[in-house]
């Protein structure tokens, strides 16, 4: 007999483990939960999450609520009777009456390494570490903040040109058969819970416009993981004559001087001065403007060698 699966998740990452359970024989979709439709950008009308279209698209049960926590939502939840709840980056803490509306638990994916990077942006903080491995971890939840023991774990290299975009696409491929297997072992009763080591723990909290700002002043590959952890959105941004010019995509690149001076432009590129060595510009945003590469971006820029950035 399938087990009984209700799904908690928003975001695009969401997605790929939910197709992940979707196709497995083993697992009953018997109600996909996910946020109410937000307003889109722009002034643009309200905005089903990912999850709800891909649920849609695939004929699955889905509601749109505004917290499980209670009303309307606890209620679905409750009635829907699983006997494993999974859950994708949902946003929101569970109280333990709703995990114990599961009586085999609720199955979190988390895109890291547990007990690394405990938190809402997991993806960027590694990347902002500039972290040469991560992972997904399945973890059977408690009432904590990613705390709870430990299912499955799966770990892979982080890709020098990844940024948070790219990593967090991949690590939710790889974190759908982790979902799976992790639930298959609660309902076959082989699961094997192992305790997370608190002593080795790190935050990852949600990321401000602070975090954003480019410190010209810090090593160049602190810089570009900054650039990385940032892209393809929102974007780190740095100022140009007083207005915000978002970086996109950089590499390293040879040449120093003062940190945020531009100390070389091409046709294609150009480079700016770090705490310690420099980076090349590929792509990059005016305020306001659309993405662009640097050679059509330099183009209209009329961008000088000495300028200073930030």
């Known amino acids: 007999m399938a087990v009984r699966v209700v799904y908690l998740g928003n975001a695009p990452w969401s997605v790929p483990p939910l197709v992940a359970l979707a196709d497995d024989a083993d697992v009953e979709l018997v109600l996909i939960l996910t946020r109410t439709p937000r307003p889109g950008r722009r002034g643009a009308g309200p905005e089903p999450t990912p999850v709800a279209v891909a649920a849609r698209e695939r004929g699955l049960p889905v509601a749109e609520v505004e917290s499980v926590r209670g009303g309307a939502g606890r209620a679905r939840l409750l009635d829907a009777q699983p006997d494993v709840l999974a859950v994708v980056a949902y946003g929101e803490l569970l109280p333990q009456?709703?995990?114990?509306?599961?009586?085999?638990?609720?199955?979190?994916?988390?895109?890291?390494?547990?007990?690394?990077?405990?938190?809402?942006?997991?993806?960027?903080?590694?990347?902002?570490?500039?972290?040469?491995?991560?992972?997904v971890t399945a973890m059977?939840?408690?009432?904590?903040?990613?705390?709870?023991?430990?299912?499955?774990?799966?770990?892979?290299?982080?890709?020098?040109?990844?940024?948070?975009?790219?990593?967090g696409e991949r690590l939710a491929m790889l974190g759908g058969p982790v979902l799976a297997r992790a639930i298959a072992g609660l309902a076959a009763g082989t699961a094997v819970p192992t305790p997370q080591d608190g002593a080795r723990a790190t935050s990852a909290p949600k990321l401000t416009a602070d975090d954003r700002r480019i410190r010209w002043d810090e090593p160049a590959d602190s810089t570009l993981g900054r650039i990385r952890a940032f892209a393809p959105s929102p974007g780190?941004?740095?100022?140009?004559?007083?207005?915000?010019?978002?970086?996109?995509?950089?590499?390293?690149?040879?040449?120093?001087?003062?940190?945020?001076?531009?100390?070389?432009?091409?046709?294609?590129?150009?480079?700016?001065?770090?705490?310690?060595?420099?980076?090349?510009?590929?792509?990059l945003a005016s305020e306001g403007r659309a993405r662009m590469d640097a050679a059509a971006w330099l183009r209209g820029a009329h961008l000088e060698l000495g300028e200073r950035l930030g």
């Open 236 to 283: 780190a941004d740095t100022r140009r004559d007083g207005r915000r010019l978002k970086i996109l995509v950089a590499e390293r690149a040879d040449g120093a001087g003062e940190p945020g001076t531009v100390i070389d432009v091409g046709a294609d590129a150009f480079d700016v001065a770090a705490g310690d060595g420099a980076i090349r510009v590929l792509e």
């Open 140 to 167: 059977l939840m408690d009432e904590g903040l990613d705390t709870g023991p430990v299912l499955k774990w799966e770990a892979t290299a982080i890709g020098g040109g990844e940024d948070a975009g790219a990593l």
């Open 97 to 135: 009456e709703v995990l114990d509306a599961a009586p085999l638990g609720a199955v979190n994916l988390h895109l890291s390494l547990l007990p690394r990077w405990r938190g809402a942006s997991p993806v960027q903080h590694a990347l902002l570490a500039g972290d040469r491995e991560t992972g």
